[in-house]
């Protein structure tokens, strides 16, 4: 058989089975679709964000916006993808998280420039990160230090979510949150824990993709509970 593999997806068996008039079995056919499922998350990842920041850009507002869900979501993006880089996880596993860290790094950075002037504890968060980060993504730490840290990633995702989804709910309101974004981030979570299994990623790597699950749908069904109807024009008396 001839070897068909490119970006470590192997479709010589799929073609084979395919040129033989056969439909391939599961064991040929899911690694592969793991795989092209995995790249197109990495792919599209490149823009998940892009939606909100257009948005507060338009807006010039940060209405409705929780800054410490943000900041902590670049914490929890950092955990993973080192981790994911410390165990050696094929690219289209983790690839996705290297692009959203950058957007969310960047989103933070506008949410700060249009929540000014900034107060010295956000200032000291900001450097603390920066320092730490590339020991982190490094992978400079100890081990039993680096599991723990990745643990608690999902607990550090978790409360990342709960500022914002508690902020819609007391506002009634999701402000100037991106439906788009968060559609694509619950999507990415649905692909990301097949793709998981199928990689035989360790659990708590699974784990964390249902969380982000649960907790980018409670925002996703938040913005759409609390849209606001378009306003009907009033007719003119004549």
Not at 159 to 169: G, L, S
Request: some cysteine; glycine content about 6%.
């Amino acid at each position: 058989m001839v070897q068909m593999e490119f970006l470590g997806m192997d479709f010589s068996c799929a073609f084979g089975s395919l040129s033989n008039g056969k439909f391939p079995d599961k064991d040929c056919l899911l690694p592969l679709i793991s795989k092209l499922l995995g790249y197109c998350i990495v792919a599209a990842s490149t823009t998940v964000k892009l939606p909100q920041i257009l948005k507060i850009l338009k807006h010039r507002s940060v209405r409705g916006l929780s800054v410490v869900a943000f900041e902590l979501e670049v914490v929890g993006y950092t955990i993973a993808l080192a981790y994911c880089l410390h165990k050696g996880l094929p690219f289209s596993a983790y690839g996705e998280l290297a692009f959203l860290l950058i957007q969310a790094i960047i989103l933070v950075a506008i949410i700060y420039y249009f929540s000014l002037p900034v107060g010295t504890k956000t200032w000291i968060r900001a450097l603390l990160y920066c320092a730490m980060a590339p020991t982190i993504l490094a992978g400079q730490i100890d081990p039993i230090l680096f599991e723990a840290l990745y643990a608690s990633q999902h607990a550090i995702f978790f409360f990342a979510r709960v500022p914002q989804i508690w902020k819609n709910y007391t506002n009634k309101s999701t402000g100037e949150l991106s439906f788009l974004t968060c559609l694509m981030n619950s999507g990415g979570s649905m692909v990301r824990v097949f793709t998981s299994i199928q990689e035989k990623a360790p659990t708590s790597v699974v784990m964390g993709s249902v969380l982000g699950i649960v907790m980018n749908g409670t925002i996703l069904s938040q913005i759409i509970i609390y849209q606001k109807p378009p306003a009907k024009k009033e007719k003119k008396n004549e």
